[in-house]
């Protein structure tokens, strides 16, 4: 069996950017077309429940690899190693 890989064209919902992806490699992102974010995310960067509408309305988005990366760092950078559980049950006395 050829191992075919079929690339669409797809537009960065972050820069914008035309890109072409493998649909099974590329990272996607639940976006809210009303908003530009997630359904969940507000505006301001407010978290908010995200209503059925919300979902509903939302498509898949892909991510640039170039955007994948810059977006892999700044999670790097919001969520530090977990940390050691060395401490962790307490012992109490
Ligand atoms: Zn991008």
Redesign the pocket.
Known sequence: MPDEHETVTGR??????V?TYDPDEVTTFLIDPETGLPPGFGVLGTMRPAGPEAVARSADQP??????A?AERYRDSMNPPPPSWEIWPPTGN
């Open positions: 960065c919902f972050v820069c914008k950017r890109f991510l640039c690899p170039g955007c994948q810059g």
